[in-house]
Structures are given as C-alpha cells and as structure tokens.
Nanobody, 120 residues
Framework: QVQLVESGGGLVQPGGSLRLSCAAS????????MSWVRQAPGEGLEWVSS????????AYADSVKGRFTMSRDNAKNTLYLEMNNLEPEDTAVYYC?????????????WGQGTQVTVSS
C-alpha cells in the first residue's frame, strides 16, 4: 500500500531554515508528480509546492516563492522541501501528497505530517 512518511520538522526561530523529507513507498515514485501541502492551526489544507515526476519543473504558492525549494531523488524515492527565511505564518503541519498542484486534493493521499513551528 502507499506509504508517505514525512520528517524534519521542528521548532525554529523566524528567519531560520528547515529541510523536510518524505520517504515514499508502495507505488512507482518516479512516475508521479508530487506536492507539499500544509495545514495551519484552525485552517484547511493549503497547497505549498509541486514537482513533476522527473523533477524538471516545480511550482510554488506565492506565499513561499523565493523562500522554499522543492526537489526529489527518484533513486531514493524521497521528496524534499528546503525552507529558508521562515516566518511565523509558516507554522503548520506539513504533508507530502501524491499528485500535482491540480490533482493532489482529489487523490486524497498524504502522509501523517511533520510539525513546523516558527516562533521566537
């Protein structure tokens, strides 16, 4: 069965950095676009970024553009999200999800999430 396991979250001060990882299994990772989405306290799921199956193209929400970088290693079945210059508004549970920016929600396939807290 599909498994998506996120890691790398934590508590960081504003302006700090974190690198999230997502280990994927149970499907042919290299054939599927993937996304990162997040859920802030009291809010719904929000799309953050997506990457094509070969990693050749990425897309980002305006709120994170220029600060976050998404990548993937198909040999390791792993997805990454490099987050720099973090802001308190980035506080959320971050999930990796199957599918691209227009399909992840309908696929309803994401991991258990990793908590990111940005606070001084």
């Amino acid at each position: 069965q599909v498994q998506l396991v996120e890691s790398g979250g934590g508590l960081v001060q504003p302006g700090g950095s974190l690198r999230l990882s997502c280990a994927a299994s149970g499907f042919i990772f290299s054939t599927l676009g993937m996304s990162w989405v997040r859920q802030a306290p009291g809010e719904g799921l929000e799309w953050v970024s997506s990457i094509t199956d070969d990693g050749g193209r990425t897309a980002y929400a305006d709120s994170v553009k220029g600060r976050f970088t998404m990548s993937r290693d198909n040999a390791k079945n792993t997805l990454y999200l490099e987050m720099n210059n973090l802001e308190p508004e980035d506080t959320a549970v971050y999930y990796c999800a199957q599918g691209g920016s227009t399909t992840w929600r309908a696929r309803r396939s994401w991991g258990q999430g990793t908590q990111v807290t940005v606070s001084s």
